[in-house]
T-cell receptor, first 113, second 114 residues
Framework: AQSVSQHNHHVILSEAASLELGCNYS??????LFWYVQYPGQHLQLLLK??????LVKGIKGFEAEFIKSKFSFNLRKPSVQWSDTAEYFC???????????FGKGTKLSVKP | NAGVTQTPKFQVLKTGQSMTLQCAQD?????MSWYRQDPGMGLRLIHY???????DQGEVPNGYNVSRSTTEDFPLRLLSAAPSQTSVYFC?????????????FGPGTRLTVL
């Protein structure tokens, strides 16, 4: 069955620390991968997406993710987090005949000033 | 463009009541979908549509009904509300029919069923 899993439920970092959030997917065939962010009280916004080509994808606000096919992973990274990065982050995959998005359960990031 | 709009923002229902959550988009997107978000569960797909007149079930369709009479609108109906349907509901749309591309999300409707 298709699935997306996120390893961390809640991550707490200090400002300027580096961030890596794990995401693994289970899909057969072609898969499109996404990272969304949800700031407190707001709707989901796209951070970045991967369809094909360069496995290192750069998104908005200094975020990047690397698609590693052999590990079925699509981890999100940021070299130096800010307090304003406090949010919940969702990894999602789309594949199959309809291409519906399947979301991971999310990782809450709290950044201490 | 307003993007994806949802009404109402908040709603409280009693068990057994019915209601319709409205969703509209002005981007001429063919694909539209409804998700529910529950703590620790991420977002789960309720129903989706790949065009006017075409709808299908997602992961958690029980207790919900949808229709798609126009490209712009995709209402979600709760037939007989239950406390288990207390959740935040998000509508989303996407421009591609063949392959789901980036989905654009509405602001959400927070529903409480007493």
């Amino acid at each position: 069955a298709q699935s997306v899993s996120q390893h961390n439920h809640h991550v707490i970092l200090s400002e300027a620390a580096s961030l890596e959030l794990g995401c693994n997917y289970s899909y057969g065939g072609t898969v499109n991968l996404f990272w969304y962010v949800q700031y407190p009280g707001q709707h989901l916004q796209l951070l970045l997406k991967y369809f094909s080509g360069d496995p290192l994808v750069k998104g908005i606000k200094g975020f990047e993710a690397e698609f590693i096919k052999s590990k079925f992973s699509f981890n999100l990274r940021k070299p130096s987090v800010q307090w304003s990065d406090t949010a919940e982050y969702f990894c999602a995959g789309a594949g199959g005949s309809q291409g519906n998005l399947i979301f991971g359960k999310g990782t809450k990031l709290s950044v201490k000033p | 463009n307003a993007g994806v709009t949802q009404t109402p923002k908040f709603q409280v229902l009693k068990t057994g009541q019915s209601m319709t959550l409205q969703c509209a988009q002005d981007m001429n997107h063919e694909y539209m979908s409804w998700y529910r978000q529950d703590p620790g569960m991420g977002l789960r797909l309720i129903h989706y549509s790949v065009g006017a007149g075409i709808t299908d079930q997602g992961e958690v369709p029980n207790g919900y009904n949808v229709s798609r009479s126009t490209t712009e609108d995709f209402p979600l109906r709760l037939l007989s509300a239950a406390p288990s349907q207390t959740s935040v509901y998000f509508c989303a749309s996407s421009p591609l029919r063949v392959r789901v591309n980036e989905q654009f999300f509405g602001p959400g409707t927070r529903l409480t069923v007493l």
